[in-house]
T-cell receptor
Framework: KQEVTQIPAALSVPEGENLVLNCSFTDSAIYNLQWFRQDPGKGLTSLLLIQSSQREQTSGRLNASLDKSSGRSTLYIAASQPGDSATYLC??????????????FGKGTKLSVIP | EPEVTQTPSHQVTQMGQEVILRCVPI?????FYWYRQILGQKVEFLVS????????KSEIFDDQFSVERPDGSNFTLKIRSTKLEDSAMYFCAGLAGVFSYEQYFGPGTRLTVT
């Protein structure tokens, strides 16, 4: 059974710092990995998706990397801003042919960017 | 851009009552999902639905839960007799096909059972 772990559970940084959020998964047979943002009491906003054949994806100040063989992904946020404060979730989808392709989520990292 | 919609955004119900949560997936999607997130906990898979039947369900999805796609557009989750522990955010999601990349999530319905 796939398990997804995110470290740290919470992170507080001053505005302008670069930071890295970590995600690890136990079963490397994944189809892709998605990073989401969740604001308190709100829904899930998809940030980046990395296919299993890719090493990284970039969107603006965000860069996500994937090392499938070691079961790790990182989300790098450059020049953090107070508006980046949210919980960041990592989710993996199993490879085609395995189940119904539902996502397995980590518990998230709660990020606070201090002005 | 097409999006997944869910209604209501917030539902308050008394313990033991039946609730129906509604979702309108993106029209060309083939796979549909319900997930839930209890406050402070992980987003958890409940059930997947394909070709008008349940394709997989988790341990959480017991006999109190049911899903259906009654009219080819709506996708509903019914909880027959709600319990306090059913209080959570419920998310609907869709996938266009096996080789599609991304699941698209709705904004969620917050269910509060009192």
């Amino acid at each position: 059974k796939q398990e997804v772990t995110q470290i740290p559970a919470a992170l507080s940084v001053p505005e302008g710092e670069n930071l890295v959020l970590n995600c690890s998964f136990t079963d490397s047979a994944i189809y892709n990995l998605q990073w989401f943002r969740q604001d308190p009491g709100k829904g899930l906003t998809s940030l980046l998706l990395i296919q299993s054949s890719q090493r990284e994806q970039t969107s603006g100040r965000l860069n996500a990397s994937l090392d499938k063989s070691s079961g790790r992904s990182t989300l790098y946020i450059a020049a953090s801003q107070p508006g980046d404060s949210a919980t960041y979730l990592c989710a993996v989808r199993p490879h085609s042919g395995a189940g119904s392709y539902q996502l397995t989520f980590g518990k998230g990292t709660k990020l606070s960017v201090i002005p | 851009e097409p999006e997944v919609t869910q209604t209501p955004s917030h539902q308050v119900t008394q313990m033991g009552q039946e609730v129906i949560l509604r979702c309108v997936p993106i029209s060309n999607h083939l796979y549909f999902y319900w997930y839930r997130q209890i406050l402070g906990q992980k987003v958890e898979f409940l059930v997947s639905f394909y070709n008008n039947e349940i394709s997989e369900k988790s341990e959480i999805f017991d006999d109190q839960f049911s899903v259906e796609r009654p009219d080819g557009s709506n996708f509903t989750l019914k909880i027959r007799s709600t319990k306090l522990e059913d209080s959570a955010m419920y998310f609907c999601a869709g996938l266009a096909g096996v080789f599609s990349y991304e699941q698209y999530f709705g904004p969620g319905t917050r269910l509060t059972v009192t």
